[in-house]
């Protein structure tokens, strides 16, 4: 069996910046090459170099297109790969405008913080030229040992769990070596489910809600829709923070189905949100990829995401029309944990009013805007001036992309055999809990990846 090792430089004690390299004998495989977010610390990883020389790195596969995932990959080309990078049709598609648009913002932070440009548009172009899609199931040989398929995260439209199979020739045996990626919570409202793998000799796990259980939907829709139809009686303003790609779409499936079935209730609905806007037009080509109950409601219902009194503001001079619509009013906007983008102007006009309300849909990484608020914060800094919460700021997890505690543990359960487990992509107290939870529910010992410490896999012969 050749030697395989894996060492993570990112996602590793906590839940930003997935990168990992796994090398079989002299074939050098990463899997993701995501952005450091949260704190302005961990923000400034971004531009360190990386403890790895990109040019000897073989090929690359992205699990998805969240930044987290997919940031630095820009970074990876400039550094001299000149490789492929395997992933979904519907990532690829996804990732090039989450690049696109990530190389604007992190230009215009880079200029506030007096830093060096992390990666030019000609970085971003070179990676998107490096795209080799790969559909759900197909295998992909890589070498004459070393072959991978994608199967349905059920995170986010294109999202993947990745299978690495390495075979022996020599001696007619192989290993299977499985990265969860980020994984998909159960009963969402778009995306296929999560599939149910049976046979792994390593897992490296995701376990971002390995400490909690999520609302179940019907709670999750309730506490939505309770916000939404409180908004004439406070005649007051709704702000929702979106992810562009999933929360987005999920919002909006959301809202049509209410306001096609309450055509009386007519308060104007603004996805501020280009970015979003142009995710959904993916989706949009990828129905396929959907539930199957979601095709069924596409047969009479054209169009899931549009729907009476929606409005789409393509540009910042449609943005700022908003400020003078008058109230009752709900607006889509993002940054989804409040780091930039046109929710962080939206906050800063309206979290001061006590009559409005904002909900944050899923995880905030600690460090960010979305996290401070989410736990009580008094007051933020927008551009120097002091501004004062005294609107309602809730939560939903429901909403989360993210698959819960129980939910990793149902899809941890399904390997028939005891796999060597590594747990990634979680806060580190996250992680510490999650262990012992594994040892009781499954009989099944778990470890923590640690950023550079290379985890040599030995495997009884």
């Not at 308060?267 to 539930?291: C, E, F, G, M, W």
């Amino acid at each position: 069996m050749p030697k395989i090792k894996l060492t993570s430089f990112g996602a590793a004690e906590e839940v930003t910046g997935s990168c990992h390299l796994l090398e079989i004998d002299d074939y050098k495989l990463l899997v993701d090459c995501g952005l450091f977010q949260g704190s302005h610390d961990n923000y400034l990883k971004n531009w360190e170099n990386f403890s790895f020389d990109a040019k000897k790195i073989n090929a690359v596969i992205l699990t998805h297109a969240h930044l987290d995932h997919c940031g630095r990959l820009p970074l990876l080309a400039q550094h001299g790969y000149k490789g492929k990078t395997y992933t979904t049709p519907a990532t690829s598609e996804l990732a090039n405008i989450i690049l696109i648009d990530n190389q604007n913002i992190l230009a215009e932070k880079a200029r506030e913080q007096n830093l060096p440009l992390l990666y030019s548009p000609a970085d971003v172009k070179k990676m998107i030229d490096s795209w080799e899609t790969v559909n759900y199931y197909q295998e992909k040989k890589l070498s004459s040992d070393i072959s991978f398929k994608f199967y349905h995260a059920g995170h986010i439209l294109g999202a993947s769990i990745v299978e690495i199979k390495i075979k022996d020739h020599k001696k007619g045996t192989e290993k299977i070596i499985v990265f969860s990626g980020d994984l998909g919570g159960e009963d969402m409202p778009l995306v296929q489910n999560v599939d149910y793998l049976t046979q792994a000799d390593v897992v490296v796990m995701e376990s971002t809600y390995g400490n909690r259980v999520h609302e179940n939907k019907q709670d999750r829709e309730k506490k939505l829709l309770t916000a939404v139809k409180e908004v004439t009686l406070k005649n007051s303003v709704l702000i929702i923070s979106i992810f562009a790609m999933e929360r987005a779409q999920d919002v909006l499936k959301v809202l049509n189905d209410f306001y096609e079935n309450h055509l009386d209730f007519r308060v104007p609905v603004y996805l501020d949100s280009p970015l979003a806007t142009a995710a959904t037009k993916i989706y949009r080509q990828h129905l396929n990829l959907l539930k199957p109950e979601v095709q069924d409601i596409l047969k009479h219902d054209r169009d899931i995401f549009v729907f009476p009194h929606l409005k789409i503001t393509p540009n910042s001079r449609e943005s700022q029309k908003i400020n003078s619509a008058p109230n009752p009013k709900i607006i889509l906007a993002g940054s989804g944990m409040a780091e930039g983008g046109r929710l962080t102007h939206h906050l800063a006009r309206y979290i001061e009013n006590p009559s409005n309300h904002i909900l944050f849909m899923g995880f905030q990484v600690p460090g960010t805007l979305g996290h401070e608020l989410t736990h009580g914060a008094y007051d933020f800094d927008y551009y120097g001036k002091n501004i004062k919460v005294k609107a309602v700021v809730d939560q939903i997890d429901g909403f989360s992309a993210h698959a819960d505690k129980n939910q990793l543990l149902k899809w941890l359960g399904c390997f028939q055999n005891k796999p060597q487990i590594y747990l990634s992509h979680g806060d580190k107290t996250i992680m510490e809990e999650f262990i012992p939870t594994i040892k009781e529910k499954l009989d099944l010992n778990a470890k923590i990846l640690k950023n550079k410490e290379s985890v040599p896999f030995v495997f009884e012969v």
